[in-house]
Protein backbone atom coordinates (compact mmCIF):
# COMPACT_ATOMS: atom_id res chain seq x y z
CA UNK A 1 0.00 0.00 0.00
CA UNK A 2 1.23 3.27 -0.66
CA UNK A 3 2.07 5.74 2.35
CA UNK A 4 -0.80 7.89 2.52
CA UNK A 5 -2.91 5.13 2.24
CA UNK A 6 -4.68 5.04 5.51
CA UNK A 7 -8.21 6.36 4.45
CA UNK A 8 -8.13 3.95 1.38
CA UNK A 9 -9.78 0.69 1.27
CA UNK A 10 -8.34 -0.13 -1.67
CA UNK A 11 -4.64 -0.75 -3.51
CA UNK A 12 -4.44 1.88 -6.54
CA UNK A 13 -4.73 0.45 -9.97
CA UNK A 14 -1.67 -0.68 -11.79
CA UNK A 15 -2.26 1.17 -14.12
CA UNK A 16 -2.87 4.79 -12.22
CA UNK A 17 0.49 3.91 -10.40
CA UNK A 18 1.93 3.92 -14.09
CA UNK A 19 0.01 6.90 -14.75
CA UNK A 20 0.79 8.92 -11.75
CA UNK A 21 4.46 8.04 -11.58
CA UNK A 22 7.37 10.56 -11.58
CA UNK A 23 10.25 8.54 -10.18
CA UNK A 24 11.09 7.78 -14.29
CA UNK A 25 12.08 11.65 -14.37
CA UNK A 26 12.23 13.00 -11.17
CA UNK A 27 14.94 10.56 -9.65
CA UNK A 28 17.36 12.51 -11.40
CA UNK A 29 16.74 14.93 -8.26
CA UNK A 30 17.68 12.32 -5.44
CA UNK A 31 21.08 14.19 -4.52
CA UNK A 32 18.83 17.70 -3.97
CA UNK A 33 16.01 15.51 -2.54
CA UNK A 34 18.31 14.16 -0.30
CA UNK A 35 20.42 17.31 0.89
CA UNK A 36 16.71 19.40 1.58
CA UNK A 37 15.64 16.39 3.88
CA UNK A 38 19.06 16.67 5.43
CA UNK A 39 18.84 20.70 5.92
CA UNK A 40 15.00 19.73 7.09
CA UNK A 41 16.32 17.19 9.63
CA UNK A 42 18.90 19.25 11.21
CA UNK A 43 16.27 22.85 11.88
CA UNK A 44 13.83 20.02 13.21
CA UNK A 45 16.05 19.02 15.89
CA UNK A 46 17.22 22.45 16.76
CA UNK A 47 14.08 23.36 16.91
CA UNK A 48 13.03 20.69 19.65
CA UNK A 49 10.89 18.61 17.17
CA UNK A 50 12.77 15.55 16.89
CA UNK A 51 15.31 14.32 18.97
CA UNK A 52 19.23 14.47 18.63
CA UNK A 53 19.48 10.53 17.84
CA UNK A 54 16.35 10.70 15.14
CA UNK A 55 18.22 13.13 13.56
CA UNK A 56 21.43 11.45 13.72
CA UNK A 57 19.75 8.40 12.55
CA UNK A 58 18.16 10.44 9.09
CA UNK A 59 21.27 12.33 8.56
CA UNK A 60 23.53 8.85 8.39
CA UNK A 61 20.70 7.11 7.02
CA UNK A 62 20.53 9.46 3.77
CA UNK A 63 24.00 9.88 3.70
CA UNK A 64 24.12 6.08 3.31
CA UNK A 65 21.54 6.65 0.50
CA UNK A 66 23.41 8.37 -1.77
CA UNK A 67 26.34 7.22 -1.46
CA UNK A 68 24.85 3.48 -2.17
CA UNK A 69 22.59 5.16 -4.91
CA UNK A 70 25.99 6.99 -6.75
CA UNK A 71 27.98 4.14 -6.43
CA UNK A 72 25.24 1.84 -8.17
CA UNK A 73 24.21 -0.11 -4.93
CA UNK A 74 20.68 0.79 -4.46
CA UNK A 75 18.58 1.53 -7.79
CA UNK A 76 15.48 3.12 -8.37
CA UNK A 77 11.99 1.44 -7.84
CA UNK A 78 10.08 2.03 -10.71
CA UNK A 79 6.43 1.27 -9.10
CA UNK A 80 7.79 4.00 -6.45
CA UNK A 81 5.30 7.62 -7.27
CA UNK A 82 7.94 9.79 -7.25
CA UNK A 83 11.82 10.07 -5.72
CA UNK A 84 10.67 11.41 -2.72
CA UNK A 85 8.54 8.75 -1.89
CA UNK A 86 11.71 6.36 -2.46
CA UNK A 87 13.68 8.37 -0.83
CA UNK A 88 11.36 8.29 2.29
CA UNK A 89 10.37 4.57 2.41
CA UNK A 90 14.35 3.06 1.95
CA UNK A 91 15.39 5.60 5.03
CA UNK A 92 12.48 3.98 6.76
CA UNK A 93 13.28 0.63 5.87
CA UNK A 94 16.63 1.54 7.12
CA UNK A 95 16.32 2.94 10.08
CA UNK A 96 12.86 2.60 11.43
CA UNK A 97 10.58 5.15 13.09
CA UNK A 98 13.21 7.71 12.75
CA UNK A 99 12.71 7.47 9.05
CA UNK A 100 8.72 8.19 9.91
CA UNK A 101 9.75 11.35 11.54
CA UNK A 102 11.75 12.98 8.46
CA UNK A 103 8.47 14.16 7.49
CA UNK A 104 6.94 16.27 10.39
CA UNK A 105 6.56 19.93 9.44
CA UNK A 106 7.09 19.04 5.42
CA UNK A 107 4.66 17.95 2.42
CA UNK A 108 5.51 16.49 -0.85
CA UNK A 109 4.79 20.00 -1.98
CA UNK A 110 7.41 22.40 -0.53
CA UNK A 111 9.86 18.99 -1.14
CA UNK A 112 9.47 18.69 -4.68
CA UNK A 113 9.60 22.85 -4.92
CA UNK A 114 12.65 22.65 -3.20
CA UNK A 115 14.40 19.99 -5.13
CA UNK A 116 13.36 21.56 -8.54
CA UNK A 117 15.08 24.65 -7.19
CA UNK A 118 17.77 23.27 -5.81
CA UNK A 119 18.86 20.98 -9.37
CA UNK A 120 17.94 23.95 -11.18
CA UNK A 121 20.54 25.93 -9.57
CA UNK A 122 23.14 23.44 -10.28
CA UNK A 123 22.56 23.37 -14.10
CA UNK A 124 21.90 26.75 -14.17
CA UNK A 125 25.98 27.45 -13.01
CA UNK A 126 26.76 24.66 -15.78
CA UNK A 127 24.67 26.29 -18.30
CA UNK A 128 26.74 29.80 -17.48
CA UNK A 129 29.76 28.15 -17.93
CA UNK A 130 29.64 26.72 -20.82
CA UNK A 131 27.82 29.92 -22.65
CA UNK A 132 31.30 31.67 -20.79
CA UNK A 133 33.47 28.70 -22.41
CA UNK A 134 31.80 29.62 -26.00
CA UNK A 135 31.79 33.31 -25.96
CA UNK A 136 35.60 32.99 -25.02
CA UNK A 137 35.76 30.34 -28.26
CA UNK A 138 34.11 33.69 -30.21
CA UNK A 139 36.65 36.01 -28.92
CA UNK A 140 39.58 34.58 -29.50
CA UNK A 141 38.06 34.04 -33.18
CA UNK A 142 37.57 37.34 -33.31
CA UNK A 143 40.44 38.54 -32.04
CA UNK A 144 42.63 36.36 -34.65
CA UNK A 145 40.10 38.29 -37.74
CA UNK A 146 40.45 41.68 -36.98
CA UNK A 147 41.56 42.29 -40.76
CA UNK A 148 39.65 39.73 -42.20
CA UNK A 149 37.26 41.42 -44.88
CA UNK A 150 34.01 39.50 -45.89
CA UNK A 151 30.68 41.01 -46.82
CA UNK A 152 28.17 42.21 -44.32
CA UNK A 153 24.44 41.12 -45.50
CA UNK A 154 20.79 42.05 -45.12
CA UNK A 155 18.36 40.40 -47.30
CA UNK A 156 20.91 38.25 -47.25
CA UNK A 157 22.26 40.62 -50.13
CA UNK A 158 25.65 41.64 -50.13
CA UNK A 159 25.32 44.80 -48.32
CA UNK A 160 28.25 46.59 -47.26
CA UNK A 161 31.91 45.50 -46.08
CA UNK A 162 32.54 44.51 -42.68
CA UNK A 163 35.30 42.11 -40.96
CA UNK A 164 34.85 38.61 -39.46
CA UNK A 165 35.64 39.80 -36.15
CA UNK A 166 32.53 42.20 -36.37
CA UNK A 167 30.33 39.70 -37.37
CA UNK A 168 31.26 37.09 -34.37
CA UNK A 169 31.62 39.68 -31.51
CA UNK A 170 27.79 40.24 -32.70
CA UNK A 171 27.04 36.85 -31.43
CA UNK A 172 29.59 37.53 -28.62
CA UNK A 173 26.75 40.17 -26.95
CA UNK A 174 23.55 38.18 -27.78
CA UNK A 175 25.06 35.32 -25.61
CA UNK A 176 26.70 37.81 -22.99
CA UNK A 177 22.74 39.10 -22.81
CA UNK A 178 22.00 35.67 -22.54
CA UNK A 179 24.54 35.29 -19.42
CA UNK A 180 23.03 38.11 -17.73
CA UNK A 181 19.71 36.86 -18.64
CA UNK A 182 20.33 33.51 -16.73
CA UNK A 183 21.87 35.08 -13.75
CA UNK A 184 18.51 37.29 -13.47
CA UNK A 185 16.93 33.73 -13.69
CA UNK A 186 19.14 32.32 -10.80
CA UNK A 187 18.03 35.40 -8.78
CA UNK A 188 14.63 34.49 -8.23
CA UNK A 189 15.47 30.91 -8.50
CA UNK A 190 17.43 31.37 -5.27
CA UNK A 191 14.85 31.25 -2.59
CA UNK A 192 13.71 28.30 -0.78
CA UNK A 193 10.32 26.98 -0.16
CA UNK A 194 11.11 24.57 2.15
CA UNK A 195 8.63 24.73 5.31
CA UNK A 196 5.58 26.20 3.30
CA UNK A 197 4.00 22.49 4.08
CA UNK A 198 1.13 21.68 1.87
CA UNK A 199 0.19 25.12 1.13
CA UNK A 200 -0.91 27.03 4.27
CA UNK A 201 2.47 26.35 6.58
CA UNK A 202 2.64 24.44 9.59
CA UNK A 203 2.13 24.76 13.42
CA UNK A 204 5.26 23.15 14.17
CA UNK A 205 7.82 26.06 15.54
CA UNK A 206 9.75 25.22 12.43
CA UNK A 207 13.03 28.04 11.38
CA UNK A 208 12.58 28.41 7.89
CA UNK A 209 15.64 31.17 7.43
CA UNK A 210 17.68 28.25 9.04
CA UNK A 211 16.88 25.68 6.55
CA UNK A 212 16.91 28.45 3.78
CA UNK A 213 20.15 29.45 5.01
CA UNK A 214 21.69 26.03 5.48
CA UNK A 215 20.73 25.11 1.63
CA UNK A 216 22.32 28.25 0.86
CA UNK A 217 19.46 30.35 -0.64
CA UNK A 218 19.19 34.05 -0.55
CA UNK A 219 15.94 33.73 1.78
CA UNK A 220 13.16 31.47 1.99
CA UNK A 221 9.85 32.23 -0.01
CA UNK A 222 7.80 34.82 2.32
CA UNK A 223 3.87 33.49 1.00
CA UNK A 224 3.34 30.11 1.69
CA UNK A 225 0.63 29.67 -1.11
CA UNK A 226 3.23 31.02 -3.12
CA UNK A 227 6.15 28.86 -2.26
CA UNK A 228 4.49 25.52 -3.42
CA UNK A 229 2.64 27.18 -6.71
CA UNK A 230 5.32 28.95 -8.08
CA UNK A 231 6.88 27.71 -11.05
CA UNK A 232 8.36 31.07 -12.96
CA UNK A 233 11.66 29.76 -11.76
CA UNK A 234 10.74 27.55 -14.78
CA UNK A 235 9.55 29.79 -17.25
CA UNK A 236 11.86 32.08 -16.60
CA UNK A 237 14.65 29.74 -16.77
CA UNK A 238 13.20 28.20 -20.12
CA UNK A 239 12.77 31.52 -21.57
CA UNK A 240 15.85 32.50 -21.34
CA UNK A 241 17.11 29.12 -22.46
CA UNK A 242 14.87 29.48 -25.46
CA UNK A 243 16.16 32.63 -26.35
CA UNK A 244 20.16 31.52 -26.20
CA UNK A 245 19.07 28.74 -28.28
CA UNK A 246 17.40 30.95 -30.81
CA UNK A 247 20.94 32.85 -30.98
CA UNK A 248 22.72 29.11 -31.57
CA UNK A 249 20.64 28.77 -34.25
CA UNK A 250 20.79 31.92 -36.40
CA UNK A 251 24.82 31.50 -35.80
CA UNK A 252 24.65 27.34 -36.62
CA UNK A 253 22.35 29.20 -40.02
CA UNK A 254 25.20 31.05 -40.77
CA UNK A 255 27.85 28.31 -40.42
CA UNK A 256 25.14 25.94 -42.90
CA UNK A 257 25.58 28.51 -45.34
CA UNK A 258 29.24 29.33 -44.81
CA UNK A 259 30.64 25.76 -45.40
CA UNK A 260 28.04 25.50 -48.73
CA UNK A 261 30.04 25.55 -52.02
CA UNK A 262 27.96 28.78 -53.01
CA UNK A 263 29.79 30.68 -49.65
CA UNK A 264 32.66 28.62 -48.73
CA UNK A 265 33.69 31.01 -45.94
CA UNK A 266 33.93 28.03 -43.79
CA UNK A 267 35.51 24.97 -43.59
CA UNK A 268 34.94 22.55 -40.37
CA UNK A 269 36.93 20.11 -38.87
CA UNK A 270 36.30 16.81 -39.92
CA UNK A 271 36.05 15.94 -36.14
CA UNK A 272 33.04 17.97 -36.36
CA UNK A 273 31.33 17.25 -39.58
CA UNK A 274 29.77 14.05 -40.97
CA UNK A 275 30.05 12.38 -44.30
CA UNK A 276 26.91 11.03 -46.36
CA UNK A 277 26.34 7.20 -47.29
CA UNK A 278 25.94 7.77 -50.93
CA UNK A 279 27.22 10.70 -52.18
CA UNK A 280 31.17 10.11 -51.20
CA UNK A 281 31.75 13.83 -51.98
CA UNK A 282 29.81 15.49 -49.03
CA UNK A 283 30.75 17.29 -45.73
CA UNK A 284 28.10 17.72 -43.55
CA UNK A 285 27.43 20.65 -41.28
CA UNK A 286 25.27 18.13 -38.31
CA UNK A 287 26.22 19.87 -35.62
CA UNK A 288 24.97 23.41 -36.94
CA UNK A 289 21.90 21.38 -37.93
CA UNK A 290 20.90 19.52 -34.68
CA UNK A 291 21.76 22.86 -32.85
CA UNK A 292 19.09 24.83 -35.50
CA UNK A 293 16.57 21.75 -34.86
CA UNK A 294 16.65 21.46 -31.63
CA UNK A 295 15.65 24.65 -31.17
CA UNK A 296 12.47 23.92 -31.65
CA UNK A 297 12.20 21.38 -29.23
CA UNK A 298 13.27 23.84 -26.50
CA UNK A 299 10.56 26.31 -27.43
CA UNK A 300 8.41 23.58 -27.24
CA UNK A 301 9.83 22.90 -23.64
CA UNK A 302 8.41 26.65 -22.82
CA UNK A 303 4.72 26.59 -24.64
CA UNK A 304 4.69 23.22 -22.00
CA UNK A 305 5.41 25.25 -19.39
CA UNK A 306 3.34 28.44 -20.24
CA UNK A 307 0.61 26.50 -20.90
CA UNK A 308 0.51 23.97 -17.84
CA UNK A 309 0.62 26.60 -15.17
CA UNK A 310 -1.82 29.06 -17.35
CA UNK A 311 -5.32 29.25 -15.13
CA UNK A 312 -4.09 26.58 -12.42
CA UNK A 313 -5.72 27.61 -9.09
CA UNK A 314 -3.89 28.32 -6.22
CA UNK A 315 -2.51 26.06 -4.79
CA UNK A 316 -0.59 23.20 -5.94
CA UNK A 317 -2.32 21.03 -8.45
CA UNK A 318 -0.90 17.59 -9.77
CA UNK A 319 -0.80 19.49 -13.43
CA UNK A 320 2.41 21.15 -12.12
CA UNK A 321 4.18 17.23 -12.37
CA UNK A 322 4.40 17.96 -16.15
CA UNK A 323 6.94 20.96 -15.07
CA UNK A 324 10.18 18.69 -14.61
CA UNK A 325 10.42 16.95 -18.22
CA UNK A 326 9.39 20.16 -19.38
CA UNK A 327 12.50 22.12 -17.19
CA UNK A 328 15.20 19.28 -17.70
CA UNK A 329 14.52 18.95 -21.35
CA UNK A 330 15.37 22.36 -21.93
CA UNK A 331 18.20 22.00 -19.81
CA UNK A 332 20.20 19.37 -21.37
CA UNK A 333 19.46 20.33 -24.29
CA UNK A 334 20.85 23.72 -24.30
CA UNK A 335 24.39 21.75 -22.23
CA UNK A 336 24.39 19.57 -25.02
CA UNK A 337 24.14 22.06 -27.97
CA UNK A 338 26.72 24.27 -26.34
CA UNK A 339 29.01 21.38 -25.29
CA UNK A 340 29.46 20.76 -28.76
CA UNK A 341 29.13 23.93 -30.49
CA UNK A 342 32.21 25.66 -29.21
CA UNK A 343 34.49 23.57 -29.90
CA UNK A 344 33.04 22.88 -33.39
CA UNK A 345 33.07 26.80 -33.80
CA UNK A 346 37.25 26.86 -32.88
CA UNK A 347 38.32 24.73 -34.47
CA UNK A 348 36.65 25.77 -37.74
CA UNK A 349 39.27 27.21 -40.50
CA UNK A 350 37.86 30.51 -42.28
CA UNK A 351 38.91 30.68 -45.33
CA UNK A 352 39.53 34.27 -45.45
CA UNK A 353 40.42 34.50 -49.71
CA UNK A 354 37.10 33.26 -50.29
CA UNK A 355 35.56 35.66 -47.95
CA UNK A 356 36.94 38.56 -49.71
CA UNK A 357 36.22 37.52 -53.10
CA UNK A 358 32.49 37.54 -52.16
CA UNK A 359 33.16 40.74 -50.80
CA UNK A 360 34.87 42.17 -54.10
CA UNK A 361 31.69 40.86 -55.76
CA UNK A 362 28.41 42.50 -55.31
CA UNK A 363 28.94 46.21 -55.10
CA UNK A 364 29.53 46.42 -51.75
CA UNK A 365 31.46 49.50 -51.75
CA UNK A 366 28.51 51.75 -53.35
CA UNK A 367 27.69 53.47 -50.18
CA UNK A 368 31.50 54.45 -49.79
CA UNK A 369 31.63 55.61 -53.82
CA UNK A 370 28.26 57.88 -52.76
CA UNK A 371 29.84 58.98 -49.44
CA UNK A 372 32.68 60.17 -51.18
CA UNK A 373 30.71 62.23 -53.34
CA UNK A 374 28.94 63.95 -50.69
CA UNK A 375 32.54 64.46 -48.70
CA UNK A 376 33.01 66.48 -51.91
CA UNK A 377 30.07 68.38 -51.62
CA UNK A 378 27.09 66.72 -53.98
CA UNK A 379 24.16 66.18 -51.85
CA UNK A 380 23.82 62.43 -50.66
CA UNK A 381 20.60 62.19 -52.50
CA UNK A 382 22.43 62.84 -55.88
CA UNK A 383 25.93 60.98 -54.96
CA UNK A 384 23.15 58.39 -54.17
CA UNK A 385 21.70 58.63 -57.88
CA UNK A 386 25.24 58.97 -59.68
CA UNK A 387 26.68 55.80 -57.91
CA UNK A 388 23.56 54.08 -59.20
CA UNK A 389 23.86 54.81 -62.60
CA UNK A 390 27.69 53.63 -61.86
CA UNK A 391 26.39 50.36 -60.76
CA UNK A 392 24.02 50.08 -63.78
CA UNK A 393 26.67 50.72 -65.87
CA UNK A 394 29.60 47.57 -64.58
CA UNK A 395 26.75 45.33 -64.26
CA UNK A 396 25.80 46.33 -67.83
CA UNK A 397 29.47 46.03 -69.35
CA UNK A 398 30.59 43.04 -66.44
CA UNK A 399 33.00 45.23 -64.51
CA UNK A 400 32.81 46.65 -60.86
CA UNK A 401 33.35 49.69 -59.45
CA UNK A 402 37.38 49.03 -58.71
CA UNK A 403 37.81 48.49 -62.38
CA UNK A 404 36.20 51.11 -63.67
CA UNK A 405 38.76 54.27 -65.49
CA UNK A 406 38.66 57.40 -64.25
CA UNK A 407 37.21 58.54 -67.34
CA UNK A 408 34.08 56.62 -67.03
CA UNK A 409 33.83 58.08 -63.41
CA UNK A 410 33.85 60.89 -64.76
CA UNK A 411 31.61 60.80 -67.39
CA UNK A 412 28.92 60.68 -64.62
CA UNK A 413 30.32 63.61 -62.80
CA UNK A 414 33.47 65.43 -62.67
CA UNK A 415 33.97 65.02 -58.91
CA UNK A 416 36.02 61.94 -59.15
CA UNK A 417 39.22 62.23 -59.19
CA UNK A 418 41.94 59.45 -59.01
CA UNK A 419 41.68 59.72 -55.02
CA UNK A 420 38.19 57.64 -56.05
CA UNK A 421 40.02 53.81 -55.67
CA UNK A 422 41.01 54.35 -52.67
CA UNK A 423 37.92 55.46 -51.28
CA UNK A 424 35.97 52.64 -52.65
CA UNK A 425 38.81 50.11 -51.34
CA UNK A 426 37.79 47.30 -49.40
CA UNK A 427 39.54 47.49 -46.77
CA UNK A 428 39.55 51.56 -46.08
CA UNK A 429 35.64 51.08 -46.27
CA UNK A 430 35.26 48.33 -43.28
CA UNK A 431 38.34 49.93 -41.55
CA UNK A 432 37.31 53.68 -41.86
CA UNK A 433 34.16 52.86 -40.04
CA UNK A 434 35.18 53.74 -36.89
CA UNK A 435 31.88 55.14 -35.45
CA UNK A 436 31.18 53.91 -32.23
CA UNK A 437 30.31 50.28 -32.65
CA UNK A 438 31.81 49.59 -35.87
CA UNK A 439 34.09 47.37 -37.63
CA UNK A 440 37.21 49.51 -37.92
CA UNK A 441 39.68 47.63 -35.59
CA UNK A 442 39.74 50.30 -32.87
CA UNK A 443 35.97 49.72 -32.46
CA UNK A 444 36.95 45.72 -32.69
CA UNK A 445 39.26 46.02 -29.99
CA UNK A 446 36.44 48.54 -27.45
CA UNK A 447 34.10 45.56 -28.23
CA UNK A 448 36.36 42.79 -27.62
CA UNK A 449 37.62 44.78 -24.15
CA UNK A 450 33.77 44.95 -22.95
CA UNK A 451 33.04 41.10 -23.03
CA UNK A 452 36.31 40.66 -21.87
CA UNK A 453 35.74 42.55 -18.94
CA UNK A 454 31.87 41.05 -18.83
CA UNK A 455 32.83 38.21 -18.29
N1 LIG B 1 5.78 14.04 -7.84
C1 LIG B 1 5.06 15.19 -7.43
C2 LIG B 1 5.39 16.37 -8.37
O1 LIG B 1 6.33 16.28 -9.03
C3 LIG B 1 5.42 15.58 -6.03
C4 LIG B 1 4.40 16.39 -5.33
C5 LIG B 1 3.19 15.57 -5.07
N2 LIG B 1 2.24 16.30 -4.31
C6 LIG B 1 0.95 15.91 -4.18
N3 LIG B 1 0.17 16.67 -3.48
N4 LIG B 1 0.52 14.83 -4.75
O2 LIG B 1 4.67 17.34 -8.44
Redesign the pocket.
Known amino acids: MAMWAGRFQKEVDEKVNDFNS?ISF?SRMYRHDILGSIAHATMLEEQNIISPADRDAIVDGLNGILSDIEEGHLLFDPTA??I?MFVEAELTRRIGDAGKRLHTAR???D??ALDIRLYLRDEVKEILSLTKELIRVICDMAQAHTETIMPGYTHLQRAQPITFAQHLLAYGFMLLRDVERLNDAYKRLNFCPLGCG?LAGTTYPINRKRTASLLLFDGPVLNSLDGVSDRDFCVELCSAIAIEMMHLSRFSEEIILWCSWEFKFLELDDAFATGSSIMPQKKNPDVAELVRGKTGRVYGDLMTLLSMMKSLPLA?N?D??ED?EAIFDAVDTVKLCLKTFAPMLGTAKVLKDNMYAAAAKGFINATDCADYLTKKGVPFRDAYKITGELVAYCIEHGKTLETLSLEEYREKSDVFSEDIYNAIDLKTCAFTRNSLGGPAKEQTEMQLKAIREAL
Open positions: SDEDHSRNQVAYKMQK
